[in-house]
């Protein structure tokens, strides 16, 4: 994860250096403590997919959008797509996917968030406990 990513999702209020990386170190077990909690589902729902290395710009605008709308009508705050889990058995299995290539020679980020209409957030995290896992929370 970049620092700067850590001031987007906590902008920083007159805090030393120490608290936003402090803030970011916690922000980051709470990212793993979720992916604990829907790995331990022990299935897909329509608010949450696993893949492995799902990496065309197109599908997973398409993923961004139906999590999307899939999280808001069975309540939940976010949907989730989670790259490094194998698809059938949902253990971790790592993935070449990476979200910081370029597509048309504009960031992925950029793509998707000017080709989805009507506009949806999302952010992209990485994370690397036994093997990289990728995830876009919607």
């Known amino acids: 994860m970049q620092f700067i990513d850590i001031l987007k999702i906590y902008p920083p209020a007159l805090s030393p250096t120490y608290d936003i990386i ?3 170190v916690k922000f980051m077990k709470k990212i793993e403590s979720i992916i604990e909690e829907l ?6 729902t329509e608010w949450l997919e696993f893949k492995e290395n799902v990496n065309d710009p197109n ?26 889990i194998d698809d059938a058995n949902h253990k971790e299995v790592g993935t070449k996917f990476d979200f910081q290539k370029d597509v048309k020679n504009e960031p992925l980020e950029h793509f998707l968030a000017r080709q989805i209409s009507p506009s949806i957030p999302f952010q992209f995290y990485e994370l690397k ?7 876009i929370h919607v």
């Open 59 to 84: 599908m997973i605008g398409e993923y961004i959008s139906a999590l999307s709308n899939s999280a808001a009508i069975h309540n939940k705050e976010f949907g989730y797509l989670i790259w490094g």
């Open 129 to 135: 406990p036994k093997f990289p896992i990728r995830i």
């Open 39 to 44: 790995l331990n589902l022990g299935h897909e």
């Open 22 to 24: 402090n803030m970011g």
